[in-house]
């Protein structure tokens, strides 16, 4: 992607953290790749050599995954942040990385407080019925 203003540069990180926050999140929370780390939990857990427990824990924290889904998408698109060459690339790749975990931080904040009310409601319901 060329170089372009600002206010281009800022819409396209605000969207392009869209997509990178949504694999990670699936990835590293959602049922669909529960199997996949759990065995990648217990890889990590279990090594004696610590780039394997690296690699493996890789898969079940967002914020490290993160980094490695920001660093594809800066990849695919040719996504530049201040900079034309390979140091806007970076930039862009760490940024990308940021405003990811902020996405992750605030559907991980919504997914308490909508799990908290439904308790409530339950907890409510069934004084109620009492």
């Not at 969207?15 to 949504?22: D, I, K, N, Q, R």
């Not at 990670?24 to 049922?31: L, Q, S």
């Not at 900079?83 to 919504?110: K, P, Q, T």
């Amino acid at each position: 992607m060329p170089l372009s203003s600002a206010g281009d540069s800022l819409l396209w990180l605000g969207l392009l953290a869209l997509p990178v926050a949504t694999v990670a999140w699936t990835v590293t929370h959602e049922e669909l790749f529960r199997e996949l780390r759990e065995a990648c939990g217990r890889r990590s857990a279990s090594s004696s050599a610590v780039l394997v427990r690296k690699f493996f824990y890789v898969f079940t924290c967002e914020y490290c995954f993160s980094h490695y889904v920001a660093g594809g998408a800066v990849l695919a698109t040719g996504f530049h942040l201040l900079l034309g060459d390979w140091r806007g690339a970076v930039i862009a790749w760490f940024a990308l990385v940021a405003v990811a975990n902020v996405y992750m931080s605030v559907f991980a904040r919504l997914r308490v407080d909508i799990k908290a009310e439904r308790l409530e409601v339950e907890r409510k319901e069934q004084l109620l019925e009492r």
